[in-house]
């Protein structure tokens, strides 16, 4: 099992930005796609971003898509998250998670992932 991390989170008004990390306890991290999740309040923790071991592969949720860009250095252990042009309903707890099994789009759903950060918090204000 692999230990993850978030930081980075914060308040910040609408049409701003945040990085945001996540920090890996195994060097097996390498091995692996890495993926971004959401939950607003009352929601569903939903997929937002997801990467291939290797970053030659990436994938968006189409709501984030063209704001958020997904990046991981291996020699690190620690994956990124970059939101640029955050909107109120950004708002969430987000998370970092490791992929069971390769890359693809047709398995981006939270059961095809079994490694979970604690999360860190994004507010936007509008």
């Known amino acids: 099992q692999v230990q993850l991390v978030e930081s980075g989170g914060g308040l910040v008004q609408a049409g701003g930005s945040l990085r945001l990390s996540c920090a890996a306890s195994?060097?097996?991290?390498?091995?692996?796609?890495m993926g971004w999740f959401r939950q607003a309040p009352g929601k569903e923790r939903e997929f937002v971003a997801a990467?291939?071991?290797?970053?030659?592969?990436?994938y968006y949720a189409d709501s984030v898509k063209g704001r958020f860009t997904i990046s991981r250095d291996n020699a690190k252990n620690t994956l990124y998250l970059q939101m640029n042009g955050l909107k109120p309903e950004d708002t969430a707890v987000y998370y970092c998670?490791?992929?069971?099994?390769?890359?693809?789009?047709?398995?981006?759903?939270?059961?095809?992932?079994?490694?979970w950060g604690q999360g860190t918090q994004v507010t936007v204000s509008s």
């Open positions: 990467i291939s071991w290797n970053s030659a592969n990436r």
């Open positions: 998670a490791r992929k069971r099994g390769p890359f693809g789009i047709a398995t981006m759903s939270r059961p095809d992932f079994d490694s």
């Open positions: 195994r060097r097996t991290f390498s091995s692996y796609v």
